[in-house]
């Protein structure tokens, strides 16, 4: 099966990741990237079914010869990132998709050649840096991933690395907020006829920095004015602000979320203003276990990957959402990919060079190889699922002990 992804891989595959670099195509609006992944999946024997779970440019392709267990799924994404030059590829999620097809394409072919039981799955899944919610939790709650036993995906990175077992995710526990305030317009020379929305959102951002001292420091708030008006010589009545907030866990995060939904409510009411709280979604804590994580790294070693860090990063889920990681056990594989940091233009850059061809060519070949153990040892299977199983069950021990630390101190009254 390598020479099958070597083939594919060289002469067409990191081609198309070129070619998606340099179309970059934003969340949910990927339509020209999955019609040539979906086209070069259905010249080579794969069923796709685009548009699923409700979303546009999600897809799901199953190979035709599939027969029975195990379940092997892939995970690709092709969104770009919203810059504010141009849309950008500075996550390389441009080659996600070629390197997940590589590795679905050579296990297919094995297991067809061999007679060999198995099915393989890809699913397209869009918008993951629109999340949240991310693509992939609409597709897992509408059973799109149901029955998979083990799933695998890929990401770029500045250095090859994979994640010691337990539950934590890549970017910490995520809320997101919309925050919009209502006011009245007036002429801005008889600005007392109104109430200004936008001091209302400049407040909110005043009062969350008066409050950051009381926050532990691994918290993290960051937001941007996505309304700020209209026209300055009108009173602004309706403003908007999107915040990510996040934290390494979910339990203190609930305490970081009260205390900037209060900053946008005192916002408010020193403004005369009104507002409105949108909690529009969220990402938690997935699982990642050592029996996928140990054995991807070495096959990413063995495959030539550059700038390998000796020792396990924190737990993290493989797919940034914690939904899918936390049912279903698999990996991301990550081997270095590029000299730039995650979301920059020298990332995308590198997307186009030796250094991220030879990352993409690393994970393909370690994915595959992975597959291919689990699909051919009911063992290792049963070890996977093992683990897997022992780390979920601790979860809710670890969330009690979480609560039991956290303590709200009490304010009293004034006296």
């Known amino acids: 099966f390598r020479r099958v992804l070597f083939r594919s891989m060289q002469s067409e595959l990191l081609a198309l990741a070129d070619d998606i670099t340099k179309h970059p195509e934003i969340g949910f609006e990927e339509k020209r990237s999955i019609d040539k992944l979906a086209d070069y999946l259905r010249r080579h024997n794969f069923d796709v079914k685009i548009g699923v779970a409700g979303l546009d440019t999600a897809f799901v392709a199953r190979w035709k010869g599939s027969n029975g267990a195990p379940n092997l799924g892939v995970i690709v994404e092709y969104d770009a990132l919203r810059g504010t030059q141009r849309p950008f590829h500075g996550d390389q999620h441009s080659a996600q998709g070629p390197i997940g097809i590589a590795a679905a394409i050579a296990v297919a072919e094995y297991l067809g050649r061999t007679k060999a039981p198995g099915t393989v799955v890809v699913f397209g899944t869009p918008g993951e840096e629109m999340m949240p919610p991310n693509a992939k939790t609409v597709m897992f709650d509408a059973g799109v991933f149901n029955g998979m036993d083990v799933l695998v995906r890929s990401h770029s990175t500045v250095a090859t690395s994979r994640p010691a077992p337990g539950f934590g995710t890549c970017c910490m526990n995520i809320d997101g907020v919309k925050y919009i305030f209502s006011g009245a317009p007036a002429h801005q020379l008889t600005s007392w006829n109104g109430r200004n929305a936008l001091e209302g959102v400049i407040h909110l951002f005043e009062n969350i920095d008066s409050v950051r001292s009381n926050i532990r420091p691994e918290a993290r708030i960051q937001g941007v004015i996505t309304e700020g008006g209209a026209a300055p010589n009108v009173v602004p009545d309706r403003t908007a602000a999107d915040f990510y907030i996040r934290y390494p866990d979910a339990v203190y995060l609930e305490q970081v979320r009260k205390f900037v939904d209060d900053a946008a409510k005192a916002a408010a009411l020193s403004t005369g203003t009104k507002v409105k709280i949108d909690h529009y979604g969220s990402n938690r804590d997935g699982i990642s276990v050592s029996t996928l994580a140990e054995a991807g790294f070495a096959y990413m070693k063995l495959y030539g990957a550059k700038k390998v860090a000796p020792e ?3 737990p993290q889920g493989y797919e940034e959402t914690g939904s899918v990681s936390s049912a279903i056990p698999g990996l991301g594989f990550s081997a270095y990919s590029s000299n730039g940091s995650n979301h920059t233009y020298e990332m995308e850059a590198d997307a186009l060079t030796d250094v991220g061809h030879q990352g993409f060519l690393v994970d393909a070949q370690a994915m595959t190889a992975l597959l291919y153990d689990f699909a051919m040892h009911a063992d290792y299977r049963a070890a996977v699922k093992r683990e ?28």
């Not at 897997?388 to 039991?404: M, P, T, V, W």
């Open 312 to 314: 396990p990063g924190k």
């Open 388 to 415: 897997f199983d022992g780390i979920k069950s601790l979860f809710a021990e670890y969330q009690e002990a979480l609560r039991k630390t956290y303590t709200v101190p009490n304010v009293p009254d004034p006296r």
